[in-house]
Every structure is written in C-alpha cells, then in structure tokens.
C-alpha cells in the first residue's frame, strides 16, 4: 500500500528508549501528601549491544559492569536482564531503486533468507521498498511464507527516499505496542536522491520511535569520487544516535553474512532500565551515556525525548 508522503509528520512525544516503551505513566507526576510533593518520573529503557574486538557478542555481564549517566549525571540502574527476550518488531526495508535494479534478484532471495532466519514465535515483521516512494508491501505479521512472497515482488523503480523510509518505517513501528523491541534493517547504496523529509526530520523520527537502525549500505562504486557519499555520512549519524549499526558491503555477496549478524545482535541484547535523576523537564531531548567494563564496545541508544506533559 502507498503511504502518502503527506503523512510524514514526525511525532515527537512520548518517552521512548532503544525500542522499548517507558512505563505508563506518560512523564513525570507530582503527587501530594500534606506539605510534602513527590515526584515519581518515568522509567527509561536501554538496550545495549555489547561485543569485542573481533565483533561478536560479549554475554552475561553482571549488572555492576555498567555505568549510565544522563546529562552527565550518574544514574542508579533499577531494572537489569543480561539477555532480552522480548519480542521483537522489524521494518525490513530495501532500496528498489534503479542504482541497485542488477542486484535486486541477489537482494530480495537475501531478504527472503533473513525473513525466515528472524521471525520468531511471537515477533513480527513489516517488508517496506523504497524508490522515488516509499511502499509497504506487508503489514507488520509472523507469517514468514506470505512475508518472504511480499519480498520476491519488489520491483524496480526510480530515485532514492532514503529518509522517507526511515521516517515512514519509524513511524510504523512508533505505533506498534509498547512492551516490544523495536528495529529497522535498511538496506540502500545510501544515494538518497527524492525524499521530501530532511536529514533532522529522519533522525528526530529514529530517535521518537524508539528504533534501533541497521543499516547495510551496498556500495555501487568503491571510489567516493565515483558515488554519492552524503547519503552514507548521515545515515552513519543517524544509525550511531539509535544503538544500531552500520555496515558498508562492497560485494553484495556479503549480504547474507550481514544479515546473520544483526539477527545475532539482536538476540544477545542487554536491557537496562532507570528512573531519571533530577526529573528531566517535559518535550525535552535527553542525552544519555553508558560505559561498560572490560575494554568492550557498546552501543545504546544515546538521545530521547520525554514526555510533553506532565500530569
């Protein structure tokens, strides 16, 4: 189905970290006893991909091995599971556009592999493509043979909305239910060329939505004077602000390995949950930092907006 460009307003309310949802209450409140006020603020969740030096996952961290801080101001870490398993809702979206209609076949049997080596009892996902338009050609389901189907019908078409795709599939997943993960797999040669959302519109939507963003560029051309680099410099923005990653292939036959790997990240998630302290103010974005012991690197979701009001 078409999703009408007119409806890429980008919603920035709603207290959202690295694919999962804040806890119910939207903000923070102020409940009175006699003289005394207290303030009870939302609980804010991180998840964090752990790995070393060669890029595979780092398991079963203790709790004590991470510092978190908001602001610059250290946080307590009241919620801690060293292996997420809740479930999980992706937006597969894949650049149909003319740069890449050589590869297209090799691209959408890739994506029909990944379909059926993702989707797990109890997760979902929509298949989105992207051209000069950006279509969803599944709504968001568990049905791996519909959604593999879906897949071998992309078609060829022309220019590159690469941020509309990020802001439309931010927004779908925006609507998904609150208690899940959240992550677009996005991929693209990055020559964005058509979009009628800006840079700021598809990163503010990433970071609104809660969404991990992987992205799997396909260069068409290895030398930067040969191709259009300003597409693969934001998207580098845009994916190292939402905790995801950003791979660079220069062989589509690298493809499936790419595909393995997120699917592996994405099961070995560590998920981390604090109150803010001061309480933050309400429409504000929130900077947030983690470290972890051992020399390891780690990628979180860096920014949130909180709540506009407050109750």
Same mark, same amino acid.
């Given at each position: 189905? %078409?999703?009408? /460009?007119?409806?890429? &307003?980008v919603?920035l ?21 006699? &003289?005394?006020?207290?303030v009870?603020?939302d609980l ?29 101001? &250290? ?6 599971e ?8 992706? !937006?597969?979206?894949?650049?149909s556009?003319?740069s ?6 090799f ?15 109890g997760?979902? /996902?929509?298949?989105f ?8 050609? =599944?709504?968001?389901?568990?049905n ?8 071998r ?7 590159? =909305? ?11 997943? %925006? ?7 959240? !992550? ?37 051309? %290895? ?10 410099? @934001? ?17 589509? &036959?690298? /493809? ?9 990240? /994405? ?5 981390l ?5 001061p ?7 929130r900077r ?8 390891? @690197?780690?990628?979180?979701? %860096? ?9």
């Open positions: 189905m %078409k999703r009408s /460009l007119a409806a890429l &307003s919603l309310s709603g207290t959202i970290l690295g694919g999962v949802r804040l806890a119910a209450a939207p903000g923070a409140r102020q409940q009175a006893r006699g &003289s005394e006020i207290r009870q603020t804010v969740s991180i998840l964090a991909s752990v790995t070393d030096a060669s890029g595979r996952p780092v398991l079963d961290l203790p709790r004590e091995a991470f510092q978190l801080s908001e602001e610059g101001v &250290s946080q307590k870490i009241e919620r801690f060293a292996e997420t398993n809740r479930p999980l809702d992706l !937006a597969l979206m894949v650049d556009s003319m890449t209609v050589k590869d297209l076949k691209e959408t049997e890739a994506a029909a592999h990944f379909i059926r080596q993702v989707v797990r009892p997760d979902t /996902l929509g298949l493509e992207f051209s000069d338009s950006v279509t969803q050609l =599944s709504d968001f389901s568990d791996v043979p519909r959604l593999q189907a879906a897949a019908h992309i078609a060829p078409g022309t220019g590159t =909305s690469m941020y509309d795709a990020i802001v439309l599939g931010s927004n779908a997943l %925006k609507h998904r239910p609150s208690d899940r993960r959240r !992550a677009i797999v996005l991929v693209t040669d990055a020559g964005e060329t058509t979009s009628v959302s800006k840079f700021e519109d598809a990163r503010r939507a990433a970071i609104a939505s809660g969404t991990l963003l992987y992205s799997i560029v396909i260069r068409p051309v %290895k030398s930067e004077s040969g191709r259009n680099t300003a597409g693969e410099h @934001a998207l580098i923005t845009i994916t190292d602000g939402t905790g995801g990653a950003l791979y660079i292939l220069d062989e589509l &036959s690298q /493809l499936d390995q790419m595909f393995d790997r997120i699917d592996r990240e /994405l099961r070995t998630q560590y998920l949950g604090y109150y803010p302290h309480v933050p103010p309400p429409a504000s974005l947030v930092h983690l470290e972890v012991n051992g020399g390891y @690197a780690v990628r979180y979701r %860096k920014e949130y907006f909180t709540s506009g009001n407050l109750n």
